[in-house]
């Protein structure tokens, strides 16, 4: 076991990644000679070469599109988008091609691409570079949705990702890049699915579903908390793993569902919907969302109001339970 | 290398019947959805893929029946495609605008404008990688160029020298936009020479022209290994598309092109020339139409997907966990 940040775990998983399969070849704004932004990809390029690790201009579209080419010939390409709100130039790419192209040649065409983007606030950023657009994504059919909550968990699945024949949007969220937790550097990444959710914490009163950066979020608030609270990380927001939170709230009978995307149309509705499909009489209250408020994302200074901190899922688990 | 003349107009009328057939199925309710013709530009992909190697790749638009004819791809798939029978060229799931054939390195038509320009950077830059010398022979409409990722596209493929061909079928339209109301530089070419490209315009309504044109610049991009811009100056003598009622053109503008229709330029020339006579002409008429009865045959003759596999390779693991 190792001890390193999220984005360190990141880094090790890209490495393992290219050095395992050589038609691995990372696209993005500033990865190669800078290492990214967030340094996600830092000495990558001077490890494998200009070639693999590849500076493109400010072109999302083209650089999303240009991936779509290079997997139709068999590469795996996996994109950094910068920051969440760049990926909005890129959006016909991936709703258009990148989701589509598999079911419109029946078969003939994978798309095994990957597409990163640092998620979320709590960074003291603005719009654009603090924003959760997972629902666009986890709605297009066609396309996967991952997104870590810890450094061990970014290791495997960012491997996860890139071995998939199916395109994922993998959603990293940037607040906790720096958080640091054990990592198991020669864990197998491919013994487990990452396509399921994962119990973090065992409760008994209330089932808590969260993913990304609210894991810690709520793993805190279950740790306050008045009562037994069962914390779940959805990871897998496409394809959603419903039957691991329908199976809590059966014995629980009530769901708080956090994010920090606003809460129209939002995983939390989906949730919501399906869980109320799939448990209905087991739920002895209404299925509570604790999110984002329906607003552009405000600048710093609101930001603390915004997101949702261990206050409003206590508050949650609290109105839930007073039912 | 370049076909002779009388294949070239064979090639040529193949798709012009092909499509004059699919607007009367269009109009019986045979073909469904949308369909975009390719009436009068012709020349065009005619000249253009027939200077290509069976191992270059093409890009294309919507309208591109054309280019998937002259690629080689079997009429019948591509008639049972219009149908959305499962016997078409991609199962019945594309249909008119997605025609795609990966063995025939045909990658696509696509119904974004512009949504198939960094593909085929991508499909160059994959080539260049594996070091295999092909040329990406990416088809558009003028329309594409006011789209940002015309210009996202042609900047990477020259900053990264990459082999793509691209050729802007120029037919003055934008479904309804005259180019003059659409662009602030209507002479295309000098727009995509700002990007360091060499870019020539030629005239797509006279296929050997086309084939000329074609010759220098695919030669030029597998001598340079970097991309070319090739403006082919054509006209649609149709409406966008079966459903536009085509309000924006003045009639007089269209027999205007008419006159200068390719079929036509193409059919005097080898009669000039002493090449073919009328009843040779009429003879290859009579082959391309029982070449489209055929291929109308098969496609009434498909079948229908069934709705059970409605979720099949959506992903290719399943749509569950």
């Known amino acids: 076991m190792t001890t390193m940040t999220m984005a360190k775990a990141l880094n090790a998983g890209l490495r393992r990644a290219m050095e395992r399969e050589r038609r691995v070849v990372l696209f993005g704004e500033d990865i190669g000679r800078l290492g990214g932004v967030f340094r996600v990809t830092d000495g990558l390029q001077k490890d494998f070469g200009e070639h693999r690790v590849i500076d493109a201009p400010l072109a999302e579209s083209g650089i999303v599109g240009t991936s779509v080419g290079m997997a139709m010939r068999g590469f795996r390409p996996v994109v950094e988008i910068q920051f969440d709100g760049f990926v909005y130039p890129a959006f016909d790419q991936i709703v258009s091609q990148v989701a589509k192209t598999l079911r419109r040649t029946d078969g003939a065409v994978r798309m095994p691409l990957v597409i990163r983007i640092p998620y979320g606030g709590g960074i003291g950023a603005v719009e654009h570079h603090s924003e959760s657009p997972e629902a666009y994504f986890v709605h297009t059919a066609g396309l996967r949705v991952l997104t870590p909550s810890d450094p061990q968990a970014a290791y495997l699945t960012i491997q996860q990702a890139i071995a998939s024949d199916d395109p994922v949007i993998y959603l990293e969220p940037k607040r906790r890049y720096w958080d640091k937790g054990e990592v198991d550097l020669d864990a197998d990444p491919f013994a487990l699915s990452p396509w399921h959710a994962r119990v973090l914490r065992p409760g008994d009163d209330v089932t808590v579903a969260c993913y990304g950066p609210m894991v810690r979020t709520c793993l805190e608030a279950a740790e306050a908390a008045d009562c037994s609270v069962e914390v779940i990380d959805l990871q897998s927001l496409s394809p959603l793993d419903i039957d691991v939170v329908a199976a809590s709230v059966r014995r629980t009978g009530h769901l708080v569902v956090v994010h920090e995307a606003s809460s129209t149309a939002g995983l939390g509705a989906e949730v919501a919907a399906r869980v109320s499909e799939e448990c209905f009489y087991s739920l002895e209250a209404p299925v509570l969302r604790v999110t984002g408020y329906d607003v552009p994302y405000p600048a710093s200074r609101l930001e603390e109001h915004f997101l949702p901190d261990l206050d409003r899922v206590l508050d949650g688990v609290d109105r839930v339970r007073a039912f | ?321």
């Open chain 2, 1 to 321: 290398m370049m076909a002779d003349l009388p294949s070239l107009y064979r090639q040529m009328l193949r798709i012009r019947r092909f499509e004059e057939r699919c607007a009367e199925l269009y109009s019986g309710e045979r073909i469904r959805g949308f369909v975009h013709l390719y009436i009068g530009e012709e020349a065009v992909a005619v000249g253009v893929i027939d200077r290509l190697t069976p191992d270059d790749a093409i890009v294309a638009t919507y309208r591109e029946h054309g280019h998937a004819l002259a690629r080689g791809i079997a009429m019948d798939a591509v008639m049972s495609e219009m149908y959305g029978r499962t016997q078409g060229v991609s199962h019945g799931r594309g249909g008119s605008m997605h025609l795609f054939h990966a063995p025939s390195r045909f990658y696509g038509g696509n119904a974004i404008v512009a949504g198939g320009l960094p593909l085929a950077v991508g499909l160059a830059l994959a080539d260049r990688m594996q070091d295999r010398e092909r040329v990406t022979a990416c088809f558009f409409g003028e329309g594409a160029m006011a789209e940002g990722e015309f210009h996202e596209s042609i900047n990477l493929a020259a900053l990264w020298r990459l082999p793509v061909l691209f050729v802007c079928e120029n037919n003055l339209y934008a479904m309804g936009t005259a180019l003059a109301r659409s662009e602030s530089e209507t002479n295309l070419a000098v727009k995509a020479a700002a990007y360091e490209v060499p870019s020539w315009s030629c005239d797509g309504m006279d296929v050997e022209a086309m084939s000329h044109a074609a010759e220098r610049a695919v030669a030029l991009v597998r001598d340079s290994g970097g991309p070319v811009f090739l403006e082919a100056r054509t006209f649609r003598f149709r409406a966008h598309s079966m459903y536009d009622p085509d309000r924006y053109r003045e009639r007089e503008e269209i027999e205007r092109w008419r006159e200068r229709d390719p079929i036509t330029i193409a059919s005097t020339r080898l009669i000039e020339r002493g090449l073919m006579d009328q009843e040779a002409l009429d003879a290859i008429d009579a082959d391309v139409t029982s070449e489209v009865d055929a291929a109308v045959a098969a496609a009434e003759a498909g079948t229908d997907e069934d709705v059970a596999d409605l979720e099949r390779h959506v992903t290719s693991g399943g749509v569950r966990p």
